[in-house]
């Protein structure tokens, strides 16, 4: 008993000691996740209950943990990719908040169009699982540094395909909404953009002014159309006579997809246009994907009880 409380205590500090680091956000959620649960069994009388789980959640941050660090090219390339997900957010924000334009070219727009592709491939194979995605450019640059990064994935993915939509001109997301009168959908942005604000700007110093910005936008279209928002379903809208009849069967979101099923070209002028601000390719000749290495103690608490 007390050799599985030294074990747990010795977890504590070593998660503790990995949030230094600064991991991946994704992977700071789960060490300090763990923590807790580790620090709540020490202070239970019995720690037996606990040990089962303790140990699966120990193997599941080693088995993440490996992922994320497996080799040198593979953590750059998606701790840059993070970083460029970072800048796209902001920028998207600040067009749809400050009216800002935003040109979206280079590797951010192949990776957008890459996720279109995958959309398309999942029309044509309904029942594909996603573990058999063919498309290493999405699932390698789409998929695992958004859900490093602990963003709502479906809903940048959806911010992604109307950027591809417009091959990466200009546009507003967030008037669309509003012309439509789709107020379950802008209750829905307004939330999802108010949520990818905070965590940005927890994460860097660098969105601080952006962040003032965006702020004052969405603050100001929030206390326009609604008397309260608390949530993408729990709302009240303002009492000034804005249409409340559903919206018309085919919405923005549906316009958007439309043109993507309709006119997107696997190989659009834009795909190759070159984005000064993004040297990612000149660094990196090739996609790597993650593999699993070993990490950090295999001791297994249970077999200790």
Known sequence: MEKTREIALVRIVNFAYLLTQNPT???????SHAMVLHQQALESPDINPFLRDLDVLHAQIEKHWAKVYSDMLT???LLWDINM???????????????????????????????VRQDQRHLARPSEDDNTISDEQYRDHVVFPLEESNLDRDYVEQKLRAVAARQGHPGND??????????????????SDRDILTKLTQRSA???????????????????????????????LASTGYQTSPPPSRSFAWGIYDT??????????????????????????????????????????KKME
């Not at 962040?211 to 008397?227: C, D, E, H, V």
């Open 206 to 236: 660098t969105f601080a002014e952006a962040s003032s910005k965006i702020l004052t936008g969405i603050n100001r279209i929030q206390n326009k159309y609604f008397a309260s928002l608390s949530g993408p379903s729990t709302f009240t």
């Open 75 to 77: 953590t750059a390339s």
């Open 174 to 191: 967030i008037q669309p909404l509003i012309d439509v009168c789709d107020w379950t959908k802008l209750a829905a942005a307004l939330t």
């Open 85 to 115: 997900f970072q800048r796209f957010l902001c920028s998207k924000l600040l067009e749809d908040y400050a009216n800002e334009p935003y040109v979206v070219s280079g590797r951010m727009l192949s990776l957008a169009e890459s996720t």
């Open 260 to 301: 993507i099923v309709r006119g997107f070209k696997e190989n659009s002028p834009g795909s190759t246009a070159e984005n000064t601000s993004d040297d990612r390719l000149l660094l990196l000749g090739e996609d790597v994907s993650a593999q699993s290495l070993p990490l950090l103690t295999n001791v297994n608490l």
């Open 25 to 31: 956000p994704l992977l700071h959620q789960q060490l």
